[in-house]
């Protein structure tokens, strides 16, 4: 098996609980996500987080605590994956630390070159479009969708 860090990072705005979600390029997969990217070497998680917010948003924020996830993804479709359906060489796992961070109301995001558009939804509507389904399940529980 194959490890990785990365994290991930939901943006809500003051005021109304809405979530932000970019689309990924197509280029870069096609698919809406949160902010999100690798921990460098050498970075806390919380360091990689605020850096990958402030890279794929403009916005300049310290994030919370965070709790981790694990999603296992098939590297031949770079999809999720079932561990189980896969040879032990074949999983690549994933720890993603993710983190909550609110925006001012008024602000919005400038993008960075690896997406092409965002919108703001509701909290379910947005963990719904996720991808990652452990990342989803953490979007739900910190916006106390459902109990951790």
């Not at 996500?33 to 919380?46: D, L, M, N, R, S």
Request: proline content about 7%; charged content about 30%.
């Amino acid at each position: 098996m194959r490890n990785r860090a990365e994290v991930a990072v939901f943006v809500t705005r003051r005021g109304d609980g809405e979530v932000l979600l970019l689309h990924r390029s197509p280029e870069h997969g096609g698919y809406w996500h949160v902010v999100a990217g690798g921990v460098e070497p050498g970075e806390t998680v919380a360091g990689a987080a605020e850096r990958e917010l402030r890279e794929e948003t403009g916005l300049v924020a310290e994030v919370g605590p965070g709790f981790a996830v694990v999603e296992y993804v098939d590297p031949r479709t770079k999809e999720a994956a079932d561990p189980a359906s896969l040879p032990e060489s074949e999983v690549v796992e994933i720890a993603v630390t993710c983190f909550l961070v609110t925006a001012p109301q008024d602000w919005a995001p400038e993008l960075d070159w690896e997406h092409d558009r965002h919108r703001w939804c509701p909290a379910d509507e947005a963990s719904d479009l996720l991808r990652w389904p452990g990342t989803a399940r953490a979007l739900r529980e910190f916006l106390t969708l459902e109990p951790r």
